[in-house]
């Protein structure tokens, strides 16, 4: 039977929109990739009576239960005693988790409150996770044939937390290994990998398969189970030849991080240069390289050319195409990345150019129309796009951004730009 899992975060200040919830984020993507399916997500305050509703109703739909937050040692870290409440377990002091606490404030050369001690109350009989990146340690038990595990809210702690304490506690749960790998897309949308998939994923058990969208791009999960590792490859090679061949250009790696890093490991490996000059995007382009360790190697600079007076005069772009064509056009597109790979002496340059709104530029483009491009050793390549009225205003750079990198991965892998 598939596990059914619900995620309760606890915390007012989830409520209250003070942080993001990016534990929540992090548990989803992990329980995805270990084949375990979220069904509900929770959020509630710092409230014994509410946190104790969310629980009655995720032990009635729900066999794995996570929680994270208020596991620490404040009067509002209720969690434990709340959880310990609902499933009629006893709290006990754990004698390792004591010390380690203790440990923890002598090495830091911090002073300890006895409050701090309450981190060390666990569920009785439960497995604890040691936390050896804060003070509060997790844990895991069983109680009514629902797998209960509660882990620290701090995204320093929950995220190695989970990896490195929950994930080995979860595969016991799994009878056999579940193995994930993830295709990556630029250039579609999943509404239309979806389109192309519905029958086959419809027929599917083993492996199984499912689109996820993310900003600007799309992912394939392909996730099978098997009695071992190697023959739940096998059961995933024939079905990942498969959709590498129907999407062909479109996939830019399996199993990688991002766009941005795929193009920078084709650069250094290549030993070629990068330059960009951005103008919409203003400076996006540069970040999402220099965002990654290594990118010295690579990338020579960039220039953020956001009026006319600096595409002219530092990137060398003739006045004429700029009052021919306006800055936002193909012409100054391909002007500016000529004139960045000139003015850097790198070996490959990209550009961007176009109307990010909210409303439209003095030669009436439309919000979106964007032009982004490529100069190489081969020659030029100018990207049209028409990305429409983006809600943020970010995310329209976003999508630029990556579109100009598509055009560097696909120079790179000697594929059509288009």
């Known amino acids: 039977m598939a596990h059914k899992v619900e995620l309760i975060s ?9 942080i993001v ?40 739909r729900a066999d794995i239960i996570i929680t994270t937050g208020g596991l620490g040692p404040t009067c509002d870290d209720l969690t434990k005693h709340v959880v310990c409440q609902t499933f009629g377990k006893k709290l006990v002091t754990d004698a390792e988790s004591e010390q380690r606490i203790r440990s923890y404030f ?13 981190q060390a109350l666990l569920p009785e009989g439960c497995t604890v996770f040691t936390n050896d990146w804060g003070s509060a340690p997790g844990c895991a038990f069983e109680a009514d044939g629902i797998h209960v595990l ?33 295709l990556k897309l630029f ?7 979806e389109a192309q998939l519905r029958e086959q994923m419809n027929t599917m058990s083993n492996p199984t398969l499912a689109p996820y969208a993310k900003e600007g791009e799309c992912e394939l999960r392909i996730t099978a189970k098997a009695g071992t590792e190697p023959e739940a490859q096998r059961l995933l090679t024939p079905v990942l030849e498969q959709l590498t061949g129907q999407f062909g250009a479109l996939v830019y790696g399996v199993d990688v991080p991002s766009l941005n890093w795929v193009v920078l490991q084709k650069l250094k490996a290549a030993h070629l240069t990068l330059g960009t000059a951005e103008s919409c995007t203003g400076g996006l382009i540069a970040k999402l390289i220099t965002d990654l360790p290594g990118a010295s190697q690579a990338f020579k ?51 961007s150019t176009g109307v990010a709104g909210p409303d439209r530029d ?3 483009n439309e ?21 429409g009225n983006r809600p943020v205003r970010e995310r329209l750079r976003t999508h630029t951004a990556l579109h100009a990198l598509d055009l560097l991965r696909r120079y790179l892998s000697n594929l059509s730009y288009e």
């Open 150 to 182: 509660m882990l620290p809210g701090p995204p320093s702690e929950c995220t190695p937390m989970f990896q490195y304490r929950a994930v080995p506690y979860l595969h016991s749960l799994s009878e056999g290994v579940i193995v994930s790998h993830t």
């Open 362 to 364: 003095d030669r009436g």
């Open 21 to 60: 919830n990016t534990d929540a984020q992090m548990l989803s993507q992990g329980l995805t990739a270990l084949g375990l399916n979220v069904y509900w997500h929770t959020v509630v305050g710092d409230n014994p009576q509410r946190l104790g509703e969310a629980l009655e109703i995720a032990k009635k």
């Open 10 to 18: 606890v915390g007012t200040e989830l409520l209250l929109g003070s």
């Open 367 to 387: 919000v979106g129309t964007i032009f982004v491009a490529i100069a190489t050793p081969d020659g030029c390549h100018v990207r049209p796009l028409s990305l």
């Open 106 to 118: 002598s090495k830091t050369n911090r002073p300890m409150t006895e409050n701090n001690l309450q």
């Open 301 to 351: 600079g960039g220039i953020v050319s956001y009026t006319n007076e600096v595409k002219a005069n530092v990137l060398g772009v003739p006045t004429s195409l700029l009052e021919q064509y306006g800055a936002v056009s193909a012409p100054v597109a391909q002007a500016m990345a000529e004139g960045v790979r000139r003015v850097l002496g790198c070996d490959i340059a990209l550009s």
């Open 187 to 193: 250039g579609i949308g999943e509404s239309a990998v």
